[in-house]
């Protein structure tokens, strides 16, 4: 479900006021703001509250989606394609359908000739430069481990999460933490970071989703999007 329509929907039916409490639902980052958010509002607007839960907390709050979703919660992703076909969407059907085509061509060529970012060698830049942000902040986090695959993690600003590394296998490495983000992302999130730093001589890059290496970006856009044939 996408969060940003639910919002207006409770707008709509409400009251502006009840967006703030649904936000706090739909991306509480644990267990307990969740809980105490649909406390707050089912003891302030009990009828917003059942018509909430009538969705289903599993189609949209960050602590209940039962899949990764990688940060998505809104339907921006397909926004972000009609706001770029946005100089041809209005065009008749054919003409549409060779400027998508068009467009289709010229963007997957320009992708294909990017090259790796300084330092980087195997995931995508994206990728790459948001784990070396996440790392920056990581080193100055402190770890205190309970084993060699799990620990507790303080941030500079004093708030505590639990994390959990799996044991190195030949597989690629999906742990977890208390902040949810690795879960969402299948990426090591800054408090994961933290940890595989403290354990030494592991390479973070294997804790990242296959989804995020540079040949599967590349082979992403080898292959054009065929032209619709009439």
């Known amino acids: 479900m996408c969060c940003q329509h639910i919002a207006e929907n409770i707008h709509k039916k409400f009251g502006v006021q009840y967006k703030a409490p649904f936000w706090q639902i739909a991306r509480a980052g644990s267990d307990q703001a969740f809980n105490e958010a649909i406390q707050a509002l089912q003891r302030d607007a009990p009828q917003v509250e059942e018509y909430i839960s009538s969705i289903g907390y599993e ?4 602590t209940r989606f039962p899949r990764p979703r990688f940060g998505h919660d ?3 992703i397909v ?3 009609n706001s770029a076909w946005r ?3 209005e065009l008749p059907p054919l003409q549409l359908l060779n400027g998508i085509y068009q467009w289709c ?5 320009q992708r294909s000739q990017l090259r790796l970012v300084l330092g980087n060698s195997v995931l995508s830049n994206a990728a790459y430069q948001a784990y070396k942000h996440r790392e920056l902040a990581a080193r100055g986090f402190q770890v205190l ?3 060699n695959t799990s620990f507790l993690v303080t941030t500079t600003r004093g708030n505590e999460y639990i994390v959990s590394l799996p044991p190195i296998t030949l597989d690629r490495l999906q742990g977890s933490c208390s902040c949810r983000k690795y879960d969402d992302f299948c990426a ?3 408090h994961a970071i933290a940890c595989i730093l403290y354990l030494g001589g592991r390479d973070p890059f294997h804790y990242f989703s296959l989804r995020y290496m540079w040949d599967i970006s590349l082979r ?3 292959d054009p999007i065929r032209p619709v044939i009439i």
Do not use: G, H, M, V
Not at 59 to 62: G, T
Not at 105 to 109: D, G, I, S
């Open 87 to 89: 100089d041809i969407r």
């Open 188 to 190: 090591p999130c800054s």
């Open 79 to 81: 926004e972000s394609t």
């Open 74 to 76: 809104t339907s921006n």
């Open 220 to 222: 992403t856009y080898k």
């Open 59 to 62: 189609n949209f709050a960050f």
């Open 145 to 147: 481990p309970s084993s």
């Open 105 to 109: 061509l010229t963007t997957w060529y």
